[in-house]
């Protein structure tokens, strides 16, 4: 193994996967820890842990843990890579884990870039923007579980750190690979380990993926993982075999505990067109009154392809968590959702479609799976998936982010692992 990943959460560390894919990679995707070593023909190892919302000290031990793993597979870089829109909060947990990895691997110059033009995440001047809005001003600051309330990433790892934190401009950066590589060194003699580095296109992140080269560990979004693989083909380490995958025939449900805007745009999109669906309140979720195989049977019983989700509003969402306590409303949901994955898969569902980064580690978790294949890409942070099932056969998956896809991203993602 060439370059081994630790993602934050499972939906982002499939973007990561079909990044290096389409680069050109032979690339697994692994569920947590394996408890076993990878296959000698893999060339990029993603873990996917869920420590984007933990405590902490939670998310630093995981991480730590995936790292001492990849480096018993021989991994010559680390990438340790999290949601283009820096989903943190002021105490962490991007800063910590980033610290904790880096003086792991003894890294002195480690590159901070969440951004990801494809799907309008560019970093400018140190602030993140999502297309023509700061970060704050772009929903994000509602976000349930970690609001983005400022969008100077460097300010906001200064708060997770204590640490003053580099930056290396966009003037600097559009000179190319080697006035990055100066600048970062620079960073590094002023005692700034982190290092915040603007791009706003794709090009921008090949240039800054040719000036890590050699580099421990790197630190960003999928996007700063384009140009690591052009690191390792130059020195002829790469197979050139890339990745196999085929679809799925059987039932397609989508399942969503997303709130994002983005998906509940998808979600009306659904409504719209009159197809079947289901909605569970947070109250439900909590009080433990939905029978995971009852909406199993419902969905199964569809002829045409059923919604469940529970994907409020954000005063609603604030207004369960109010009453219920945060961590309780998230962790009753996303409980909810991997038994109903788990009685589907029973009920002989092939497809499934799963909207939101925790709702989809919860249903990896649910239904067991340890490594997924890499497929074709349904939309730009969002590749096919597919998986063998503990109890024999397959599923095929899509796990997006909550802000990823278009409007009829549920129709497009059921065609496509179908092998449509």
């Known amino acids: 193994m060439l370059l081994g990943c630790i993602g934050d959460d499972f939906t982002g560390s499939s973007d990561l996967a079909n990044t290096l894919a389409k680069q050109g990679m032979r690339v697994t995707q692994y569920s947590g820890v394996p408890d076993q070593p990878a296959d000698p023909v893999i060339e990029a190892g993603v873990v996917a842990l869920k420590s984007r919302s933990v405590p902490v000290e939670q998310a630093v031990a995981q991480s730590l843990a995936a790292l001492d793993w990849l480096r018993a597979q021989g991994c010559q870089q680390i990438l340790f890579k999290y949601c283009s829109t820096f989903d943190s909060t002021p105490q962490g947990n991007i800063g910590p884990v980033a610290m904790a990895l880096a003086e792991a691997l003894a890294a002195r110059r480690v590159v901070v870039c969440p951004a990801f033009p494809a799907a309008g995440r560019m970093v400018y001047q140190g602030h993140l923007f999502v297309h023509d809005r700061l970060l704050n001003e772009s929903g994000m600051e509602h976000h349930p579980l970690n ?81 690591l693989p052009g690191n390792f083909r130059r020195r002829g380490l790469l197979s050139g075999q890339g990745s196999a995958w085929q679809g799925h025939a059987g039932r397609c449900v989508v399942l969503s505990g997303s709130c994002s805007a983005a998906t509940r745009g998808q979600i009306a999109r659904h409504l719209e067109a009159g197809l079947p669906a289901r909605e569970i309140r947070a109250e439900e979720a909590v009080a433990g009154r939905i029978d995971p195989a009852e909406i199993a049977a419902w969905s199964m019983a569809q002829e045409k392809r059923p919604l469940v989700f529970s994907s409020a509003a954000p005063d609603e969402v604030r207004r369960a968590q109010q009453a219920h306590g945060r961590e309780r409303v998230a962790a009753a949901i996303e409980a909810l959702f991997a038994a109903i994955a788990k009685a589907l898969v029973a009920a002989g569902a092939g497809r499934l479609v799963v909207a939101g980064g925790e709702t989809s580690g919860a249903v990896v978790e649910g239904l067991g799976l340890s490594a997924l294949d890499i497929g074709p890409e349904i939309a730009p942070g969002a590749p096919a998936l597919r998986a063998a099932l503990p109890q024999g056969g397959h599923i095929a998956l899509a796990l997006k982010s909550g802000n990823f896809g278009g409007p009829d991203f549920f129709a497009e993602a059921s065609a496509i692992l179908r092998g449509v």
């Open 147 to 227: 609001p983005m309330t400022d969008a100077d990433i460097r300010r906001w790892l200064s708060l997770q750190t204590g640490a003053p934190v580099g930056h290396v401009p966009f003037a600097e950066m559009r000179q190319g690979a080697a006035a990055i590589a100066t600048a970062l060194a620079r960073a590094e003699e002023q005692g700034t380990p982190l290092i915040v580095v603007d791009a706003l296109s794709d090009s921008d992140l090949i240039e800054i993926g040719t000036a890590l080269d050699g580099l421990p560990l790197v630190t960003g979004g999928s996007g700063i993982a384009m140009g």
